[in-house]
């Protein structure tokens, strides 16, 4: 306790440990008494050797005295915040997730996130903040360290939930008067542009340079659409009028450093006359109707109104490479990646990025997308990255958001889980002000899923939640779906009722959604949502409904998603006493993904892939061993080991099972062992003979003897 109060608890708070000059003091609260500097300070010499005494001690409380006195008074390098951490995960693990030691937990992995960029460090600040929440909600260090973590993170809706919620509790502190502003959320962007005209070159300006990309499709969208109806039904004036007004936004967006592509489209129409006009107006009409379709989902419309686009004589050259570039995103979107990739590539080969990246930006976006379903991971790193670079100077700042969305999804992909969540951050924080934009949605679902795997399920709660508000947001009812339906599998376990909630709102949203891919898609997410909730009452339907959705996403080559139903349909399969069913379900899955690991080239890569597959693993080795299989349960751990200690993909320093046991005149003893929830299995392999032995641990007691 002397300890704790020579070092002021709170890390955020505390002096020198954030990069603000003058922090606020925290509210009056036992745990936030500063250390008395007067005439009867502690000799430092003093303090030092005790807290390492107390770091010795096994302790909770002293270790978690020891971190804040190295936190405190410890040295300025960046190394000090790795010291501190480690002894809070220590004191966090020991003491039970007491909510005082999970929140200067939080604090330390939060300043240390800021300070090395670190992504998953963030995550893990937000896992250990909700966490102690969860603990104490009274608790005010931990409300406020929860949302300081949240709007760092940019998940703004649930910084300012959480901010009222400690307002509620605290009105009249520093800390109350700094988290004001987060209560009451963010300034968002209009989703419509203000009234202007080709005359008002200032409005013009202002309105352009808000965001290149919402004025680029303003000027196409809108303006050219207008110009196209006025002049089918043969009002000159009126087309003359829009046709001035995109140009004049078209040329606003050249002056200011953006895509010229409106500009090249606003002249042709300017230009068309007679039937070259009317054929124009009629190729624009199907362009932004295809593009209308596409934004809402329904992609089989799209494609027929971009291919009659396409099909109309006077149709400019841009307006075609366009029409080609969100043809070819249609085609990768309903599983056709081969033939969208061709069209994409010579979107790629043919356009100018200097003078079009917007359009560029388009057709590298969706190749990439292209690239990572094909399952080449690295290439599709590198495509989006392109894309990333075209939009450097575009000024899109939304289309910024969704590229940065793109190279987070193929970083976790591909295993980089620390760069993936540092992306993904970065993206939350170019789309802060569109919060209805569904990239918005994107980023937060995929943030959502790698935090999760990575044994974060408050973190990933947290990112979800915001994820449905997000969803709810771009108006499009299927993202609300597959928000609600990944928030459902989130809380499957933990809240039932909570899951059975989400998975209703989202069938009643399935139900009345026109029929296309993202349906598909999204009713084959709702049945493997279902299968999850169902398992505890009816396996033979929870059996049923894993099975359609294995079905579906292996047409699609979704592998994770493939593994993540045959384990639901094994684990189905178990509870109706099906054995041998269960068993081929769970071989296959692992199967699946140590093939697909196999093609990975970082060890990160395929270890993130593999603990996806985990519970399955974990299922098919009890179901081995319930069946007397203990060799069989001993070669599975061991082929999935190899993968991530091989030397070199493909050779791994042992074959699986079979060499495990040693030969030779050394006669040596190979140990084996993993641990499966709270127990430890372990095989002894000597000579030619195995010995098993199942040992029954307590979890916490485990963690306090590692």
């Not at 009451?184 to 005359?199: E, I, L, M, N, Y």
């Not at 976006?365 to 894309?387: C, F, W």
């Not at 994820?467 to 499957?492: I, Y």
């Amino acid at each position: 306790a002397d300890l704790r109060r020579l070092a002021s608890t709170n890390a955020v708070a505390a002096d020198g440990i954030r990069l603000s000059v003058d922090p606020p003091d925290p509210p009056r609260h036992p745990r936030h008494l500063r250390a008395d500097r007067g005439s009867d300070a502690p000799d430092p010499l003093d303090v030092a050797a005790r807290a390492a005494a107390a770091a010795r001690s096994g302790d909770p409380d002293g270790v978690h005295a020891a971190a804040l006195v190295d936190l405190r008074w410890g040295d300025s390098s960046v190394a000090r915040f790795g010291r501190v951490i480690a002894l809070l995960e220590t004191a966090a693990r020991t003491s039970d997730g007491l909510a005082p030691v999970l929140a200067d937990l939080a604090a330390a992995r939060l300043v240390y996130a800021e300070r090395t960029l670190d992504g998953r460090a963030l995550a893990g600040a937000l896992d250990a903040a909700a966490r102690a929440v969860a603990r104490d909600a009274n608790d005010l260090q931990a409300r406020y360290d929860l949302t300081l973590v949240l709007d760092r993170a940019g998940l703004t809706g649930e910084a300012a939930t959480s901010a009222r919620a400690y307002l509620a509790r605290d009105s009249t502190s520093a800390w109350a008067d700094r988290l004001r502003n987060v209560a009451r959320g963010p300034a968002t962007s209009a989703d419509r542009p203000p009234a202007v005209d080709d005359s008002d070159r200032a409005g013009l300006r202002a309105f352009v340079r808000r965001d290149h990309g919402r004025a680029r499709e303003f000027g196409t969208s809108a303006v050219l659409a207008r110009w196209s109806d006025a002049v089918l039904r043969g009002d000159v004036a009126a087309a003359d009028r829009a046709a001035r007004l995109a140009t004049g936004i078209g040329r606003v967006l050249v002056d200011d450093g953006g895509d010229a592509s409106l500009l090249d489209e606003a002249n042709a129409a300017s230009h068309a006359r007679g039937a070259a006009a009317a054929s124009l107006a009629r190729a624009h009409r199907e362009f932004v109707s295809g593009s209308d379709y596409q934004q809402a989902g329904e992609y089989e419309r799209a494609g027929a109104a971009l291919e009659r686009a396409l099909a109309e004589p006077a149709a400019p050259a841009m307006l075609r490479w366009w029409a080609r570039a969100l043809l070819g995103a249609v085609y990768v979107h309903e599983g056709h990646a081969a033939r969208g990739a061709r069209l994409l590539r010579g979107v790629v080969a043919a356009v100018d990025t200097g003078r079009y990246p917007a359009l560029a930006w388009r057709a590298l976006a969706s190749l990439g997308t292209a690239t990572l379903r094909a399952g080449r991971d690295d290439e599709a790193a590198r495509v989006i990255a392109a894309a990333e670079r075209t939009l450097d100077r575009a000024g899109e700042t939304e289309r910024l958001g969704a590229v940065q969305f793109l190279r987070a999804d193929a970083e976790m992909a591909r295993g980089a889980g620390s760069d993936g969540y540092a992306t993904a951050w970065r993206a939350l924080g170019t789309l802060r002000a569109w919060r209805g934009s569904v990239w918005r949605h994107n980023v937060l679902y995929v943030l959502a899923q790698e935090a999760e795997l990575d044994g974060m399920p408050r973190a990933a709660l947290r990112v979800q939640d915001e994820g449905v508000s997000a969803a709810e947001r771009t108006g499009r009812p299927l993202d609300l779906a597959e928000a609600l339906l990944a928030r459902s599998r989130l809380v499957a376990t933990a809240d039932r009722a909570a899951a059975e909630a989400d998975i209703r709102r989202a069938r009643a949203i399935i139900t009345t959604a026109p029929a296309g891919s993202d349906r598909d898609w999204i009713v084959a997410d709702f049945q493997l949502s279902r299968a999850r909730v169902e398992l505890a009452t009816d396996p033979r339907e929870a059996a049923a409904d894993a099975d359609s959705a294995a079905t579906f996403f292996a047409r699609r080559n979704v592998v994770v998603r493939v593994v993540a139903a045959l384990a639901a349909r094994a684990e189905a399969r178990a509870a109706a006493g099906d054995a041998d069913a269960a068993l081929a379900d769970l071989t296959t899955a692992i199967r699946l993904t140590t093939t697909r690991a196999e093609h990975l080239r970082e060890t990160r890569a395929r270890s993130v892939l593999l603990n996806a597959a985990r519970p399955a693993l974990d299922r098919l080795v009890l179901l081995r061993l319930g069946r007397g299989e203990r060799d069989a349960a001993l070669g599975d751990v061991e082929h999935v080991r190899a993968l991530l200690v091989a030397s070199d993909i493909g050779r791994p320093p042992y074959p699986a099972h079979a060499a495990v046991r040693p030969a030779g005149p050394k006669r040596e003893t190979a140990i084996v062992l993993t641990r499966i929830a709270d127990t430890i299995l372990t095989w002894v392999v000597r000579d030619t003979a195995a010995q098993f032995a199942r040992t029954v641990v307590r979890a916490g007691a485990l963690d306090r003897i590692v």
